[in-house]
């Protein structure tokens, strides 16, 4: 069986400012950019792994949901507790230099983890928590 990961999902409040820290702070590309109703829905992904995408979505937007469920998800998003993304990098330091001169908001400076990875982790402009793994 060969399975791979074709589409992540993060909610994204703000397209505008999602789309300048996925595609001009971290370089991914932007592969696709549907609007419908007001709302934006932006693919984006690594360059070089067209095969691996991050779809950035407006948050509780299923019909299926409640006034309540969606007040809920948003303030879960807005604190940082809705949902997270590992990413990894050869270059950890340099990836957070870029990030931090951006001004995104810094969770955690590049640190040896005791379960043996070196990480640091930031807030997308929405508020999902982005780690980065350094690779080798």
């Known amino acids: 069986m060969n399975i791979t990961i074709h589409y992540a999902f993060l909610p994204q409040t703000d397209p505008e400012a999602s789309l300048a820290f996925y595609r001009d702070t971290l370089g991914f590309e932007v592969r696709n950019d549907v609007g419908y ?3 934006r829905w932006i693919t984006v992904g690594p360059s070089g ?3 691996t995408s991050i779809v950035l979505h407006p948050p509780a937007t299923d019909p299926g949901i409640s006034d309540d469920e969606r007040r809920t998800i948003l303030e879960l998003i ?9 990413l990894a990098t050869p270059d950890l330091d340099e990836v957070f230099g870029k990030l931090e001169a951006s001004g995104a908001e810094v969770l955690q400076e590049p640190t040896d983890q005791p379960y043996g990875v070196r990480d640091c982790a930031f807030r997308d402009p929405s508020g999902n928590l982005i780690r980065i793994n350094q690779l080798g």
Request: glycine content about 14%; proline content about 7%; hydrophobic content about 25%.
């Open 37 to 39: 109703d007001g709302m």
């Open 49 to 51: 792994q067209p095969e």
């Open 78 to 86: 807005a604190k940082g507790s809705y949902t997270a993304l590992t």
